[in-house]
């Protein structure tokens, strides 16, 4: 059976089975699923101008809610991620595909996205005072057409209008304190969205928070708009959906040190730890020797450095599946953070060859296909070698799409997770002092959707010692990872094989 139909296949039992209630057919947000008056009237603001049916399906995590809204004019759909903390929505952003940005930061830019999806929720609301809250209490500015933005007065040009589709960005370094956005608006231009250094949005973000709460114009929203008749009550649907232990979201600049149980059963340490708050830690300025550090972090690899260029090698993993990284140091604001080196050939018969070494055939793939996915072979690859160490905190390329996990320890169990991420952070505290060797295996079309194929294993220092992984990403059309699968085979001896 093909992968897709295997998922749904999969997905559907579960739900049939144990009856999950964290999806929901339709969903309407209400004033009491809101922390304060601020939040719930930025979302009546943005859902007023877009003009979706608000009973639409949502789907419920421990950290959000992910609502999505379809519009059959421009057959487009748009995803809303409302982040929860305590049971209440404390914060919306408009979601946008990894696909969407082109760039040769992707590391860095995910940093960025947490800034900007929020952005990009105000700048479609009705009301221009949602934009200047967040423009000036981050120091984010705008440029249309290469002129700077005038707050006071040019906010409304963005908001009397209808609302944005947000299908292709750029990313950039300005210069070593500032990045930018840019994207093609129609009947408007070029808006550059110009970002300040990562410490200073982040040390921002409190004050603005701050700020919201005691925002003047949501009072005269509120006596304006009265109770919002025009929004369905979502009892007539649903009741309010039961989210226990909710959380926020730990942003990427923030970490909760975890400390775990590594001698369990995998199997027990999934149940006992998947609920867990999976984080990342801000190291960029934590690191005073990369050498060093790099060298801590991959006792079983070789360290070479050019200029700042670094290479780790390791024997392969039975002869063919490789741990090879290679990462180049930036230096940034108050400290240096590490990408992968994305650098890639492609022959004549169609497969590439990436800097660490690695051949991918892509023969069912044409020329387009394959020059668009080769930039993301490397950084797929490269994440999933560096877990299992600290390195994947500057690697992460956040996922958060419909994953199974097809557990064989040996007995097999499938359990769902909204988020490939939290799955890929939790394995990586368990296999801490493994090595961890990564491989694609094969990039192949199945009815026009294009699917990887690859290989993991986590190797004890023994290398007889082992936990090894079948993994499966299907595309979608837009190139993004929309699903994932992992068969996990545990506690492998050489014997076995």
Known sequence: MLLKQRLILYIGLITIFFLSPFALISFVPQRSNFENDYQHQLYISWMKRSGFDHRSPANISHTLIKITYNDPT??????????????????????????????????????????????????????????????????????????????????????????????????????EGSYKYSTQLNGIGVLDIIFPDLTELSNSLISLTKREYYSADIERLKEERGTAHYLVPSSQYYAQPPISGSRIPIPAYTY???????????????????????????????????????????????????????????????????????????????????????????????????????????????????????????????????????????????????????????????????????????????????TVYFRIEQVKKVNNYIELHGFLAASKSNRDDFDFAELRFALDKSFRIDLAMMSLYTNITIDAE
Not at 79 to 99: F, G, P, Q, R, T
Not at 309 to 322: A, M, Q, V
Request: with cysteine; aromatic share 10%; net charge negative.
């Open 256 to 434: 909760q040190p975890i400390v775990i149980d590594r001698n369990m059963p995998i199997r027990d340490y999934i149940d006992t730890y998947r609920d867990n708050i999976w984080g990342r830690e801000m190291l960029y300025n934590k690191i005073s020797n990369p050498e060093y550090f790099l060298s801590q972090e991959f006792p079983n690899h070789q360290l070479s450095r050019n200029q700042n260029s670094y290479e780790l090698k390791t024997i392969p993993f039975n002869g063919n599946i490789s741990a090879d990284i290679q990462l180049i140091k930036r230096n940034i604001k108050d400290g240096i953070t590490f990408e992968v080196i994305a650098d890639y050939t492609i022959d004549s018969n169609k497969s590439v060859k990436l800097s660490t070494g690695d051949t991918i055939k892509t023969t069912d793939l044409n020329e387009q296909e394959i020059e668009i996915i080769s930039p993301y072979l490397s950084q797929l690859i490269t994440m999933h070698r560096a877990m299992g160490t600290k390195l994947l905190n500057f690697l992460l390329i956040p996922a958060d799409v419909p994953t199974i996990l097809v557990l064989r320890d040996p007995e097999r169990t499938i359990s769902e997770f909204t988020s490939y991420t939290d799955l890929i952070l939790m394995l990586s505290h368990y296999w801490e002092e493994r």
């Open 74 to 175: 421009n057959n487009d759909r748009v995803i809303i991620a409302c982040s929860l903390k305590d049971n209440s929505i404390v914060s919306l952003s408009e979601m946008i595909s990894s696909n969407v940005v082109q760039t040769n930061l992707p590391q860095i830019e995910m940093e960025f996205r947490h800034y900007l999806e929020p952005l990009l929720y105000r700048i479609n609301s009705d009301q221009s005072f949602f934009v200047t809250d967040m423009l000036t209490g981050l120091n984010i500015s705008l440029e249309i057409n290469g002129e700077k933005f005038d707050l006071d007065d040019g906010t409304d040009a963005l908001i009397n209008r209808e609302r944005f589709f947000w299908h292709s960005f750029s990313f950039s370094r300005i210069d």
